[in-house]
């Protein structure tokens, strides 16, 4: 299996790649992004770990207090993170943070998730209040949580473009200092690359790309090498979700030389990307559908009832409700009769014209 690593080349957030087997074939986003296999066959992108801290250690209340003889509970010992009630009954619970006994009490700050233990004769009573905790590990836990807040519903509308051209790399469509492409009032993205960064005979897995903005075609180059067992690609990443029935599929034309390499377009799709990415996907990610393609002097068509069943969503009309990007990806070939796998050195290729293909 391979393992994805990650080559932001531009400011853009780096597109992820699911692994396709040699027979399937791998795929993109637009995202374009080019991806490697190994011997046995399959691809694997990892997408990024994020640790969040356990939070600190609860403190324990208190014992409470004997009953005695008005029934009422002594006062608790205030433990980390809430101040014990006073009167009947032990602190609020130490999540809340609590206003303490049954005759009111303090409002404590917010705990670690602790359990109050209530004293004899004493009842539990929830506290409401408490502050809002501020250690790195809280913090952490509360930007998942808003990521993940961020982005529900992003599909939902969703966006279906006027225009279905979504760049010709020309300078009305793509800015080469700033890596983005499209047509402001339509849809547009950013250009990043990827790749799983390994080295071996002299080469090293790693794509580039350039626009000559002052040719009179100009097209993305895209440049480098794929080592035995790796992968690589391209991803033009959307800002904004495509839900649409407008289109029928991604268009695009493709020159140049993939120098061995098996080519795949992948289509991104919010509900397997991950959250740190914009998307909902936690486990078993990057699950995108994809299409093997070839370099043709025609233009290269990939319908979204021809990448039903390639990925996740399953359906054509599931996938184009929610497209975040495209990827051209690139993988060394599997080999066959058991022979070894071999690089992929000197990788030259050219993409332009990049639209949704209208019903």
């Not at 495209?326 to 060394?332: A, H, I, K, V």
Request: aromatic share 6%; with cysteine; net charge negative.
């Amino acid at each position: 299996m391979y393992a994805k690593r990650h080559f932001t080349v531009e400011t853009a957030p780096s597109a992820r790649a699911r692994r396709v087997t040699g027979g399937a074939g791998c795929g993109w986003a637009l995202w374009l992004a080019l991806l490697v296999c190994g011997e046995a066959g399959g691809c694997v992108n990892r997408g990024f770990h994020v640790s969040v801290g356990s939070g600190g250690a609860g403190g324990q209340v208190g014992s409470g207090g004997q009953a005695g003889e008005s029934d009422a509970g002594r006062d608790g010992i205030a433990g980390i993170g809430g101040a014990a009630g006073r009167g009947s009954g032990g602190g609020g619970m130490l999540d809340a943070g609590g206003t303490g006994g049954a005759t009111g009490g303090t409002d404590g700050g917010r705990g670690a998730g602790g359990v109050v233990d209530a004293g004899t004769g004493g009842v539990i009573v929830a506290g409401t209040g408490g502050s809002t905790d501020a250690r790195a590990d809280a913090v952490a836990d509360v930007r998942i949580d808003a990521v993940a807040d961020a982005n529900t519903n992003r599909c939902v509308p969703g966006v279906s473009p006027a225009t279905g051209l979504l760049t010709d790399f020309s300078a009305s469509t793509w800015s080469s200092s700033l890596a983005t492409w499209g047509i402001p009032g339509n849809l547009t993205g950013k250009s990043s690359t990827y790749g799983g960064g390994q080295v071996a005979g002299g080469l090293t897995t790693l794509l580039t790309t350039t626009v000559d903005s002052t040719a009179a075609n100009p097209v993305l180059a895209i440049r480098g090498n794929v080592v035995a067992g790796d992968f690589a690609g391209v991803a033009l990443a959307f800002d904004q979700c495509v839900n649409t029935t407008a289109y029928q599929g991604v268009s695009f034309t493709l020159g140049g030389t993939a120098a061995g390499c098996d080519l795949f377009f992948q289509l991104a799709t919010y509900s397997q990307q991950t959250v740190g990415d914009g998307g909902t996907c936690v486990t078993n990610c990057f699950r995108f559908p994809n299409s093997r393609i070839q370099v043709a002097a025609a233009p290269v068509v990939v319908t979204f009832a021809a990448l039903a069943g390639t990925g996740q969503p399953a359906t054509a009309a599931g996938l184009r409700a929610e497209i975040v990007g495209l990827q051209l990806q690139l993988q060394s070939p599997v080999p066959t009769n058991g022979g070894a796998q071999q690089s992929c050195a000197g990788i030259n290729l050219t993409l332009d014209n990049v639209q949704l293909v209208p019903n």
